[in-house]
Every structure is written in structure tokens, then in C-alpha cells.
């Protein structure tokens, strides 16, 4: 399965990409994720990205380009893969239908998930994350055992840099102005599917996997009721 998961920031599209993982045997590939990396990692693409991502602005397609060819070369993305953060401009996700053309790939669906800016605050203010394994909480809806201890790792939790206010409402301003038109460019395409992403997570899966055709098959493996 070859899948995008689109959405502002905060709407659990990386959240919904480590659930889908198992199910949908593919793996995540988060943009976002990656640079984070690089700018850990101290690498120049790294270093170069820092400064778009620390405003909440997009980072150079060039870049980012750069990051996702590579790991969709890679041996575990031969056969699917779920894209978290990519494409965010036209402009990438026509770079990527070049990508998948050359491998002779196209993708299966291309997710949406709906969720109003009041409850995207909410989300992002809340959330914290596992630097060590990467897992993710919010300290309302879905808290570590510990206060700031992942539950799988006892890695620190930490709170993103670009989570401060004036930065998220940055980032809705960019994902409003240049990654919104893709919902009516994957409409066109005959591939988007819009799902309501208020709920629990459980749900929200359910209906993604509803989408790409799967029944809502739950994660524990029990029927359908
Ligand atoms: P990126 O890391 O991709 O950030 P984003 O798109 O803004 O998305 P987030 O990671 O903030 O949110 P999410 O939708 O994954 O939600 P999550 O599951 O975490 O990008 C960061 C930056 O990198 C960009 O600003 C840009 O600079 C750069 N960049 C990245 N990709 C790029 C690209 N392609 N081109 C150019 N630049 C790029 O959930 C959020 C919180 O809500 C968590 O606490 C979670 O526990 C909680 N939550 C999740 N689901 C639910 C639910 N159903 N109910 C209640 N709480 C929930």
C-alpha cells in the first residue's frame, strides 16, 4: 500500500502513521521526522533546514526532496510505504509522481484528515515526544505512565520547538495557503479520501483503513461489529 496521510499540523497524521504501520505492513516516512534528524544529526542539509523550520516555515523542496528519494529507496519502502508531511506544496507532489513513475509505482490513496484549528491548538499545545524512540503523547488525552518518561523506552519527553504559539499559527497560515490546494489536486487524481479526524485514534484508524478498502479491520485483530 502506497499511502499519503495529509493534514494540518496536529491532526494525528503522525499518530495514525505509526498505527497504520503493522496493519498496513509499510513504513512511515515522516519529512518532518527526517529533518528533525538532520538538524540533530548536525548534518548541512540539516543545518539549512533549521532556520525554515524554527519560523514554521516550509522548508526548500530541494531539501526535502532530497531526504524522501532516499528513503523511499530504501529496501523496506519497495513494496508501500505511508507518507507523513509529504507532499505539502503541488510543486512535491508532482516531484513525487516523477519519483514513482521512474520505479514504476503510483500511489493507492491519499488521506485527509479534517480537524478544526480550535482542537488542532489543543492537540499541539498538549503534545510531547519521546526523544529517544520518537513515541507520542499529549498530556491530556494520551499521558505517559511518568511524568515526562516515555512508557516504552524511559526516553525524556520533550516539548517540539515549533509547538510555541506564534510558530503553530504560522504553520496553519502555510498549510492553509500551500498545502490545502493538494486536497483538490489528489481530488482530481481520483485519490483523495476526506476523513474526519475528531475521536479517538482507534476510530480515526478504523476509518482510514475503511478507506483504503481494508473494513476497518481494529488493530486487536477482532471483528468488525
Ligand atoms: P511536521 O513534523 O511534519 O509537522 P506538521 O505537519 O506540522 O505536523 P505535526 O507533526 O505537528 O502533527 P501531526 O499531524 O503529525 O499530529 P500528531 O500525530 O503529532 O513538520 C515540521 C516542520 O518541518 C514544518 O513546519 C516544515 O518546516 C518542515 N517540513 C516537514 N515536511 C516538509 C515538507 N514536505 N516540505 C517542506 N517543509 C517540511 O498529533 C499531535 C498531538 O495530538 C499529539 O500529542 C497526539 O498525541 C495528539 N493526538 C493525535 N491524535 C489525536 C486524537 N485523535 N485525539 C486527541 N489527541 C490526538
Redesign the pocket.
Known amino acids: 500500500m502506497r499511502l499519503v496521510l495529509l493534514?494540518p499540523?496536529?491532526?494525528?497524521?503522525?499518530?495514525q502513521a505509526r498505527m497504520l504501520e503493522g496493519q498496513l505492513k509499510a513504513p512511515q516516512i515522516?519529512?518532518?521526522?527526517l529533518?528533525r534528524t538532520a538538524v540533530r544529526n548536525r548534518t548541512a542539509l540539516g543545518a539549512e533546514a533549521k532556520s525554515?523550520?524554527d519560523k514554521?516555515?516550509?522548508?526548500p523542496d530541494e531539501l526535502?526532496l532530497k531526504l524522501i528519494e532516499e528513503h523511499l529507496n530504501q529496501r523496506g519502502a519497495q513494496s508501500g510505504f505511508i507518507l507523513?508531511?509529504?507532499?505539502?506544496t503541488v510543486a512535491?507532489a508532482e516531484a513525487l509522481a516523477r519519483m514513482l513513475e521512474t520505479r514504476k509505482e503510483r500511489l493507492d490513496k491519499v488521506i485527509a484528515l479534517i480537524v478544526p484549528n480550535e482542537e488542532i491548538i489543543k492537540?499541539?499545545s498538549?503534545?510531547r515526544t519521546c526523544r529517544n524512540c520518537g513515541a507520542?503523547?499529549?498530556v491530556i488525552?494520551?499521558p505517559p505512565r511518568n511524568v515526562d518518561i516515555c512508557n516504552d523506552c524511559n526516553g525524556e519527553l520533550y516539548q517540539r520547538e515549533?509547538d510555541e504559539e506564534d510558530t503553530v499559527r504560522m504553520?496553519l497560515e502555510v498549510y492553509a495557503a500551500s498545502t490545502k490546494p493538494l486536497l483538490d489536486h489528489y481530488g482530481r487524481l481520483g485519490l483523495l479520501a476526506q476523513i474526519d479526524g475528531l475521536?479517538?485514534?482507534d476510530d480515526?484508524e478504523r476509518r482510514i483503513l475503511e478507506a483504503v478498502g481494508l473494513n476497518g479491520t481494529p488493530r486487536t485483530g477482532e471483528a468488525k461489529g
Open positions: 493534514g499540523p496536529g491532526a494525528g497524521k503522525g499518530t515522516a519529512s518532518g521526522d529533518l525554515y523550520m514554521g516555515a516550509l522548508v526535502v507523513d508531511g509529504f507532499p505539502r512535491q492537540r499541539i498538549g503534545r507520542m503523547y499529549h488525552y494520551d515549533d504553520r475521536g479517538r485514534p480515526i
